[in-house]
């Protein structure tokens, strides 16, 4: 009882206009760069942090959110009708999706994915509902030897279990963690790794390097290395979906979700694995098995279905973690847990207590959110598809025209616009040779909180280390992130592949 | 694998770096529970192991697993003009940033990469810049409150 009258009371305020307003622009810029290749959710909040000095808490956070969500839907129609994903995450649905345009099947396999995709947003957001309190709760009995114990997993997962390789992974991260080392150790007072640069004593902004990453660096990439590409567009067709079609999505949409939100919830990072995992299950579940790419067929529309649904589910998943612990799983998690940070307030259990409203009109937003989006996107799918048209030169200079904004109206910094710039060459490298960015991100944000958590575990404990081992919980967490450190292993076997969602 | 065995280095070099900085640290007074340089030599020590092994990696048949991108993928022709076309705007926009305004740097920016990214028409990719950015300064100062340098520079 006590979280439906929470919940009543966000959507309350989650209903007033201006809050409307706020999910409505979100979800329109959200699918908007969901369908533009070369710009994802990550670097489109990282660039409207600056609005957190003018914008009250709970109208950002609904807009972050609703961009987070938008570009899920909005990546699936680029997928199908260009068979380039617009987000890493919609590859299988490219695969498939593509397939069922090619045979003149574009409009169903729009509909199955942004019908499944609002299916799954709710039902993943019912789940969040129910559990986050729960989490919130349980997190409350976590202390600094706990919470170290997570992030040392949250690390590891984000950058072994994501990406190609896991050593690469591991070199992302540890660059993360050497960037979240500069500037002033908040316990000892000492300037580390400043090397008397004056702008280096604050520590360096998550966003100056989401956006070097993202923007400058996707930019110079797609110049050195990326044809300008001619490949043909679908055609649309109805988006009417037939009764054999409704019957085969709906228990891959439900499916999709039961598989995506446990997997985004977790600290694992990316809706990669729950994608994968949902096409493999659809492709041996289904009756048509000659449909899909595999065999060579026409497109399934499950194999469609499900993987949106999963993608979508994972999404809302890794709020949960984000929320209730303040670890962020996935890059975009990462700079909304910033956003968060720029209002003063820390993600983590203590929020649902402190912040218990605002938390509550964000879940409620998302509800709405899932709503605005499906509204958004069916009927204006036409609409959405025009985007594409804009020119490559144009779309790319706009793109850094933003990074400039972003990391400029931050400090007014010279500097900055040259670490930018500096950051981007070094991430076209990165892409080049196949490291992960998202260990990046995450862990120079969590790095300083890492070393905050451990002293505190080791003042606790007067030094000593076994507290890591004699603590139940912290050991049983540790013992976890050794048995993560398998699953990639285990995953190269079976011949699965994976690419890190940004 | 010449790149990549000085990747591998240059990540063994930020592990040096991190490890030499740290041992310079000032010292600190009083009851130290976890001192400033425990957990950046434990940074450094990951980094130095995980460099390693990308040398050992590269020196014997190269990264492990890299996408069927970079197997495919070519450099483009006039790519490194492109990109020095980028790279100009980029440092055209910080040089001159803070005494042309916002909205000139800008689209100089933007004309350059049109530039570096295919397009022949540089005057009217300038055109298009400043119809771009005019309306966008006005949005985020006026409407989200981000300060930008103005078009007419604040000494005057």
Redesign the interface.
């Known amino acids: 009882m006590d979280i439906l009258s929470s919940l009543a009371t966000g959507f309350g305020a989650a209903l007033a206009p201006i809050n409307l307003m706020w999910g409505f622009i979100g979800c329109l810029l959200g699918t908007a760069i969901g369908v533009l290749p070369g710009i994802g959710p990550a670097l489109t909040v990282a660039l409207l942090l600056?609005?957190t000095?003018?914008?009250d808490p709970t109208g950002a956070l609904i807009m972050f959110a609703g961009i987070y969500y938008g570009a899920q839907f909005g990546g699936s129609t680029t997928s199908i009708l260009l068979n380039t994903p617009g987000e890493s995450s919609s590859m299988v649905t490219a695969l498939e999706g593509n397939l069922m345009a090619r045979n003149g099947r574009a409009g169903p396999a729009l509909a199955t994915a942004a019908i499944g995709s609002f299916v799954a947003g709710t039902i993943a957001t019912i789940l969040l509902t129910l559990f986050a309190p729960l989490v919130a709760t349980l997190a409350l009995k976590f202390g600094p030897a706990e919470y170290f114990a997570i992030l040392v997993l949250a690390f590891t997962t984000v950058s072994a279990v994501l990406g190609?390789?896991m050593?690469?992974g591991?070199?992302s991260l540890?660059?993360g963690?050497?960037i979240g080392?500069i500037g002033l150790?908040s316990?000892?007072g000492?300037a580390?790794?400043t090397m008397e640069v004056p702008e280096l004593v604050d520590g360096i902004e998550v966003v100056l390097v989401a956006v070097g990453l993202f923007a400058?660096g996707e930019?110079?990439y797609?110049?050195?290395?990326?044809?300008?590409e001619t490949s043909a567009r679908h055609r649309l067709t109805s988006l009417w979906m037939t009764r054999a079609d409704w019957k085969r999505s709906v228990p891959a949409w439900l499916r999709g979700t039961l598989i995506g939100f446990p997997f985004g919830s977790i600290p694992a990072g990316g809706a990669e694995i729950p994608t994968f995992l949902s096409y493999s299950t659809e492709r041996k579940l289904s009756k048509y098995p000659k449909e899909f790419a595999a065999s060579k067929g026409e497109g399934a529309i499950e194999g469609v279905a499900g993987p949106e649904a999963a993608n979508n589910a994972s999404a809302t998943g890794s709020l949960v973690p984000l929320l209730t612990l303040g670890i962020p799983t996935s890059a975009t998690a990462a700079i909304l847990l910033a956003a968060f940070q720029n209002y003063n307030l820390q993600p983590g259990p203590l929020l649902f207590q402190t912040s218990g409203e605002l938390v509550w009109t964000l879940v409620a937003s998302l509800y709405i959110g899932n709503a605005i989006l499906l509204v958004l996107n069916l009927p204006l799918v036409g609409l959405w598809v025009k985007l594409l048209q804009i020119?490559?030169?144009?779309l790319?200079?706009?793109i850094?025209?933003?990074a400039?904004?972003g990391v400029?109206?931050m400090r007014?910094s010279?500097f900055d616009?040259?670490l930018?710039?500096a950051i981007?060459?070094a991430g076209v490298?990165m892409r080049?040779?196949?490291f992960p960015v998202a260990p990046v991100i995450v862990g120079m944000l969590l790095?300083p909180m890492?070393?905050k958590q451990?002293?505190n575990a080791?003042?606790i404990s007067?030094?000593d280390w076994m507290i890591f081992v004699t603590q139940p919980i912290a050991a049983s967490v540790l013992v976890l992130t050794l048995l993560v450190l398998l699953v990639p292993y285990l995953l190269?076997k079976r011949g699965i592949?994976l690419?890190e969602d940004d | 694998m010449p790149a990549q065995l000085a990747i591998g280095l240059g990540i063994v070099a930020i592990s040096a770096v991190l490890a030499f900085g740290a041992s310079r640290f000032p010292a600190e007074m009083g009851f130290v529970i976890m001192a400033a340089y425990v957990y950046p030599y434990a940074v450094a020590a990951f980094l130095g192991v995980v460099g390693l092994l990308m040398c050992y990696q590269a020196l014997t048949g190269g990264f492990r697993n890299l996408s069927d991108d970079h197997e495919t993928t070519q450099a483009q022709p006039g790519g490194k003009l492109g990109a020095t076309w980028v790279t100009a705007g980029l440092v055209g926009v910080a040089l001159l940033i803070s005494y042309i305004g916002f909205v000139l740097a800008a689209s100089l920016l933007f004309a350059c990469s049109a530039r570096g990214f295919g397009s022949r028409s540089p005057v009217r990719d300038l055109a298009i810049g400043i119809a771009l950015t005019l309306p966008i300064y006005w949005l985020f100062t006026a409407g989200l409150g981000v300060s930008l340098p103005p078009l007419v520079n604040a000494w005057i």
Do not use: C
């Open positions: 600056p609005i000095a003018k914008v190609a390789s050593l690469r591991f070199a540890g660059i963690l050497t080392l150790d316990t000892s000492i580390r790794y400058v930019a110079l797609s110049v050195l290395y990326q044809k300008e020119p490559r030169p144009y790319n200079a706009g850094l025209v933003f400039t904004i400029y109206g007014h010279t616009l040259f930018m710039l981007g060459w490298l080049r040779f196949d790095g890492a070393e451990l002293r080791l003042s007067q030094g190269h592949k690419h």
